[in-house]
C-alpha cells in the first residue's frame, strides 16, 4: 500500500468517525429531550456503548493533525472546480441525514406507543373477562374497610396476572364534605381488620390533571365510555372504564418503561 493510499484510508476512517460521532450526539440529544422510546431493552446499551467504538476510530486530535499533515504532502493537485461540485454533494449528503434520524425516530417512537397501547387494551380486557366475578364485587362500591380490603387484594391479582400492569388502580366517583371528588384505591392504609381507626376519604384522593378530571367527568356523568390512553416520557397509562347498569368505575392501569432511552 502506498502513502497516498495509505492517507487516503487514514482520511476516510477519520472523517467517517467524526460524521457518525455528529449523528450519534443528534440522536442522544433528540432521544434525551423528547423522551423517545425507540430501542428494545438490549439495543439501548449496545447503542449506548457504541460511542466508545467510534471515539476509537478517531483516536484523538492528534491523528487527525498528522492526517491533515499527510493528506497536504501525498495528495495531487486536482481541479478545484471538480473538488468543490463533489464537496457540495458530499456536505448536502451528510447534512440530509439529520432529520431522515430524526424521522426515523420519532417514527419509531409512535410505533412503539402504538403498539403499547393495543396491547394494554387487549390485556385490559382480557383480564376483566377473565375475572367477572371479581369485577362484580369492585362495582358494588360503598367506602368502608371491607370494600378497600377485598378490592386491594383483587387489584393485586389484577397486577399479577399481566406483566404489562405492574400498577392497577380502582377510581371511582364519590363526595367529602358535600364537594365531588375522585378516589383511587390500590392499597389498605389503616392496617388490618383488627385496628379500631376507620379508614378516611381524605387518603384515598386520587390526584388527577384537569384533562384527567375532564374525561373521568364526562365518564362518571354517563356522557362518555371512550377508553383513555396515554404516553408520557415512557410512562403508559390506560383508562379503562367499566360500567353494568347503573355502577360505573374506572379501571387505571399504568406501565413504567425505563429502557428505550438512552442511560435507562
Same mark, same amino acid.
Given at each position: 500500500?502506498?502513502?497516498?493510499?495509505?492517507?487516503?484510508?487514514?482520511?476516510?476512517?477519520?472523517?467517517?468517525?467524526i460524521i457518525l460521532l455528529a449523528y450519534w450526539v443528534f440522536t442522544f440529544i433528540t432521544i434525551q429531550v423528547f423522551g423517545l422510546k425507540v430501542f428494545k431493552e438490549n439495543i439501548t446499551e449496545t447503542f449506548y456503548l457504541s460511542v466508545l467504538a467510534i471515539l476509537a476510530l478517531m483516536v484523538g486530535s492528534l491523528i487527525v493533525n498528522v492526517m491533515f499533515n499527510?493528506?497536504?504532502?501525498?495528495?495531487?493537485?486536482?481541479?478545484?472546480?471538480?473538488?468543490?461540485?463533489? @464537496? !457540495? +454533494?458530499?456536505?448536502?449528503? $451528510?447534512?440530509?441525514?439529520?432529520?431522515?434520524?430524526?424521522?426515523?425516530?420519532?417514527?419509531?417512537?409512535?410505533?412503539?406507543? @402504538? !403498539? +403499547?397501547?393495543?396491547?394494554? $387494551?387487549?390485556?385490559?380486557e382480557s383480564i376483566l373477562s377473565k375475572n367477572k366475578t371479581n369485577t362484580a364485587k369492585l362495582l358494588n362500591y360503598e367506602f368502608s374497610e371491607k370494600y378497600i380490603i377485598e378490592t386491594t387484594d383483587i387489584l393485586e391479582i389484577y397486577s399479577k396476572t399481566d406483566k404489562n400492569f405492574p400498577n392497577v388502580n380502582l377510581l371511582v366517583k364519590d363526595t367529602i364534605n358535600g364537594s365531588p371528588t375522585y378516589l383511587g384505591f390500590n392499597r389498605y392504609e389503616s392496617g388490618n381488620l383488627q385496628d379500631t381507626i376507620t379508614p378516611k376519604k381524605q387518603n384515598y384522593i386520587y390526584k388527577t390533571t384537569q384533562i384527567e378530571r375532564e374525561y373521568l367527568d364526562k365518564i362518571f356523568s354517563r356522557k362518555s365510555n371512550e377508553i383513555r390512553y396515554s404516553n408520557r416520557n415512557g410512562e403508559y397509562e390506560l383508562f379503562y372504564p367499566y360500567i353494568q347498569g347503573e355502577k360505573i368505575i374506572v379501571l387505571y392501569f399504568s406501565e413504567q418503561q425505563r429502557y428505550g432511552k438512552i442511560g435507562s
Open positions: 500500500m502506498t502513502p497516498k493510499q495509505v492517507v487516503k484510508l487514514s482520511n476516510i476512517i477519520g472523517i467517517t468517525a499527510l493528506t497536504r504532502i501525498a495528495e495531487n493537485k486536482d481541479s478545484s472546480e471538480n473538488k468543490a461540485n463533489t @464537496n !457540495k +454533494k458530499t456536505y448536502f449528503f $451528510i447534512l440530509a441525514i439529520f432529520p431522515l434520524i430524526a424521522l426515523i425516530l420519532f417514527g419509531g417512537d409512535y410505533l412503539t406507543s @402504538n !403498539k +403499547k397501547e393495543k396491547m394494554l $387494551i387487549k390485556s385490559a
